[in-house]
């Protein structure tokens, strides 16, 4: 018979229901607070996630960490697509980098939550790393 074998906090390696739970809204949280926020918020709800689980679990601080992280590269995206559009000849360039970030970060979002649902960890392809 194995045993699983414990994580750091405590935990077994395999995520709890609540867990993935917790790590589905993790992801989901940006585009969430996106919508509610018209896009200027939608880092909060993965903050959030991640301070309240961090030393919880593993799973939820690593999928929340991941998920703002990765909303911090979309926002260094679409402040550079301001920066452009700010140069008015560059203003087809910038609709383009606004339309790859948010179809990217909803995209590499939904794939996250799907996931953290299976429990697997999801690694975004780009990301800014702060929170860990």
Known sequence: MTHPIPNPYGQSLTPTGEERTWAILGHLA???AAVISAGWLSFV?????WAIYKDRSAFVRRA?????NFNLAVWAAIIVGWIMFFTVLLIPLAIIVWIVAVVAGLWFHIRAAMAANRGESFRYPWSIPVLH
């Open 45 to 49: 709800g993965p903050l959030v996630i």
């Open 30 to 32: 940006a585009i969430i």
């Open 64 to 68: 929340a960490a991941g998920s703002f």
